[in-house]
């Protein structure tokens, strides 16, 4: 959760203090300070991934977001080819320019669209909104731009052209995956709040007290789709509810 992975930094940060401190003047503040960005930097942000994986439609948000990211670095390329001519960082990556950085936003944006509408007849409306999805995600494709530079700064600071040869071609897989971990950030926030997956709930003891009150908490939730419910004696009640939900499963026990 949240707090462990609080308590994990903050105990990563002491331990390299530690190793700062005993250690002087072998070890620079410099080196220090990488040991402390390579564990949030590949070590969480890998994690957060891993754990959307994990999530209802797991394996469909997460090929949204590496697609959607590779998308915009694809139609990044394309159009800075094509039509660059305004530099974006001169001296950090002379080649990536702001017609590029557009041309990948608007790949994102159609990539996205397609995908959520696709994903929206075939899951039964799994995105509510395939449009704002594709704004959300649009936006957090500019965060991409920042990761893919991030990594180039810290391989010009270093001297070296890839993180590794894991890859024929391509170099490690933080090479490929640099501006990915950027956008997965933007992306999980968005499609939490306006982009996201609806959920299918089936409610257990509908008519009883927690059951009308997740009920009523769910009006507050119009993206997500109440598809069962099951209730005992109060037959009244749970005829308004089917009324009002439309649910595809109904259970009725008695008791």
């Not at 974006?88 to 995908?115: I, N, Q, R």
């Not at 959920?199 to 009308?212: A, C, D, E």
């Not at 119009?222 to 209730?231: C, F, K, N, R």
Request: net charge positive; charged share 15%; aromatic share 14%.
């Amino acid at each position: 959760d949240r707090h462990a992975e609080t308590v994990l930094l903050v105990l990563y940060f002491v331990l390299c203090s530690m190793n700062y401190v005993f250690h002087y003047p072998k070890k620079s503040i410099r080196e220090i300070g990488l040991y402390f960005l390579a564990f949030p930097y590949t070590g969480l942000l890998f994690s957060y991934i891993y754990q959307s994986r994990m999530l209802m439609h797991g394996a469909i948000l997460v090929w949204l977001i590496f697609l959607s990211s590779w998308a915009a670095d694809s139609c990044a390329y394309a159009a800075g080819m094509l039509f660059g001519r305004h530099k974006m960082t001169p001296v950090l990556s002379p080649k990536k320019t702001w017609e590029g950085a557009v041309g990948g936003v608007l790949g994102a944006f159609l990539l996205t669209y397609f995908y959520g509408l696709y994903f929206s007849v075939k899951q039964q409306g799994l995105f509510h909104s395939p449009l704002k999805l594709a704004l959300s995600v649009a936006v957090a494709s500019l965060f991409s731009i920042v990761g893919d530079l991030t990594a180039s700064g810290i391989k010009r600071d270093f001297g070296i052209k890839d993180y590794s040869h894991l890859i024929p071609g391509h170099g490690g897989i933080l090479d490929r995956f640099d501006s990915v971990l950027f956008t997965y950030l933007l992306c999980a926030g968005f499609l939490c709040s306006v982009g996201g997956a609806t959920m299918r709930i089936v409610i257990l003891g509908s008519t009883g007290s927690i059951g009308t009150q997740t009920l009523e908490l769910l009006k507050d939730h119009p993206e997500h789709q109440v598809i069962g419910l099951s209730a005992g004696k109060n037959i009244a009640l749970l005829e308004e509810q089917i009324r009002v939900w439309k649910p595809k499963y109904l259970a009725v026990y008695d008791e």
